[in-house]
């Protein structure tokens, strides 16, 4: 059974990683594991998730965090961050930082993005916030803006329960949104899936022509057609 890793890159106490599979006759669900266990929601360590792809089938990770890198980069944005910012809505431009602003955080990735390419079939880098924003219902995309400020309520809660539920034919349990970080891996994780099994659904990012790395840098972006 093939897996597809979804991984929110922190600190060495912040770092989350989410598992889906997909069975024929169950369908895409989340796999316990990672940062899902029997008794709630735990950071990893980047030990655990490098085990976790060495022990399994896993056809594509995706990262919260920069991968790629250009020496002719001198503030820290690189093409396809700007493209994204340029997507966004001006009031959450600011999502998308310059990997200058991140401190290790782009290091942590890239060590483990070297560390697990043996195993894995593919190693994305993704933006799950945005990802989510593009994802939700136009009503609905202040969703991506509060989770991570002031948590959700329960009536949304159960929106994105339902929306999941819908649209990817993915039960989640209510307890996984009261959680941004492990949020945040879950939507990287869906990446992943979508990236193998339907690419058209993601906007590719431009990118630079002589970048270092892991990629491409990919987001959920329904509303770009890949022909444009």
Same mark, same amino acid.
């Given at each position: 059974?093939?897996?597809?890793?979804?991984?929110?890159?922190?600190?060495?106490?912040?770092?989350?990683?989410?598992?889906?599979?997909?069975?024929?006759?169950?369908?895409?669900?989340?796999?316990?594991?990672?940062?899902?266990?029997?008794?709630?929601?735990?950071?990893?360590?980047?030990?655990?998730?490098?085990?976790?792809?060495?022990?399994?089938?896993?056809?594509?990770?995706?990262?919260?965090?920069?991968?790629?890198?250009?020496?002719?980069?001198?503030?820290?944005?690189?093409?396809?961050?700007?493209?994204?910012?340029?997507?966004?809505?001006?009031?959450?431009?600011?999502?998308?930082?310059?990997?200058?602003?991140?401190?290790?955080?782009?290091?942590?990735?890239?060590?483990?993005?070297? /560390?697990?390419?043996?195993?894995?079939?593919? +190693?994305?880098?993704?933006?799950?916030?945005?990802?989510?924003?593009?994802?939700?219902?136009?009503? /609905?995309?202040?969703?991506?803006?509060?989770?991570?400020?002031?948590?959700?309520?329960?009536?949304?809660?159960?929106?994105?329960?339902?929306?999941?539920? /819908?649209?990817?034919?993915?039960?989640?349990?209510?307890?996984?949104?009261?959680?941004?970080?492990?949020?945040?891996?879950?939507?990287?994780?869906?990446?992943?899936?979508?990236? +193998?099994?339907?690419?058209?659904?993601?906007?590719?990012?431009?990118?630079?022509?002589?970048?270092?790395?892991?990629?491409?840098?990919? +987001?959920?972006?329904?509303?770009?057609?890949?022909?444009?």
């Amino acid at each position: 059974m093939f897996s597809y890793l979804g991984v929110d890159l922190g600190g060495a106490s912040n770092t989350w990683g989410v598992v889906l599979r997909e069975l024929p006759e169950k369908g895409l669900f989340l796999e316990k594991g990672l940062s899902l266990k029997e008794k709630g929601l735990v950071a990893v360590s980047l030990e655990e998730i490098l085990a976790f792809v060495r022990g399994n089938r896993v056809l594509a990770t995706s990262m919260d965090a920069p991968l790629h890198f250009s020496l002719k980069i001198a503030k820290g944005f690189r093409r396809s961050d700007l493209t994204l910012r340029e997507l966004l809505p001006k009031e959450y431009r600011r999502w998308v930082l310059s990997y200058h602003a991140l401190m290790g955080i782009p290091l942590r990735g890239y060590l483990l993005a070297q /560390k697990l390419s043996p195993y894995c079939g593919a +190693i994305l880098e993704t933006h799950p916030r945005a990802s989510l924003y593009f994802m939700l219902p136009e009503e /609905k995309k202040y969703l991506a803006h509060k989770y991570k400020r002031e948590g959700l309520v329960q009536e949304e809660k159960r929106f994105l329960q339902t929306y999941f539920q /819908k649209n990817f034919s993915l039960d989640l349990p209510l307890y996984v949104f009261e959680n941004g970080d492990f949020l945040d891996a879950l939507v990287c994780a869906l990446v992943s899936y979508l990236y +193998i099994k339907n690419p058209e659904s993601l906007f590719f990012l431009p990118q630079e022509e002589d970048l270092t790395g892991f990629g491409p840098f990919v +987001i959920y972006y329904s509303g770009f057609s890949p022909s444009a």
